[in-house]
C-alpha cells in the first residue's frame, strides 16, 4: 500500500488546476473521503464549498463575508469531489 501525505495532496491538486473548468461554481465533496480534497481545491479556486447534504438542502459551508451574497439557487456548474474508489478497477 502506498501512502500520500497532505502536502502530496495539495501538490497533485495544485498540478492538476488547470483541469477544472471555468465554469465550475461550487465545489461539493462527497463526505468524507472527498472533503479535503474539495476543501483545498475550493480554497484554490476560490469558490464555496458544500458536501452532498447541503447541496440537496440549498446550503453551504459558512465562508465569511465573501460567501454572505452566495446563493446555491444561482449555481449553473457544481464540480462534485470524490477521493476514493470501490475497487480500483
Excluded at 472527498?34 to 452532498?52: V, Y
Aim: one cysteine or more.
Amino acid at each position: 500500500m502506498n501512502y500520500r501525505t497532505i502536502a502530496d495532496l495539495n501538490q497533485l491538486l495544485s498540478q492538476q488546476l488547470n483541469k477544472v473548468p471555468l465554469s465550475v461554481d461550487l465545489i461539493v465533496g462527497v463526505p468524507r473521503s472527498g472533503l479535503l480534497s474539495a476543501n483545498i481545491l475550493a480554497l484554490k479556486l476560490n469558490l464555496p464549498l458544500t458536501d452532498i447534504a447541503g447541496l440537496c438542502e440549498g446550503r453551504i459551508f459558512q465562508s465569511g463575508q465573501r460567501g454572505k451574497n452566495f446563493q446555491i439557487k444561482d449555481v449553473q456548474h457544481a464540480l462534485v469531489v470524490d477521493d476514493s474508489v470501490w475497487s480500483g478497477n
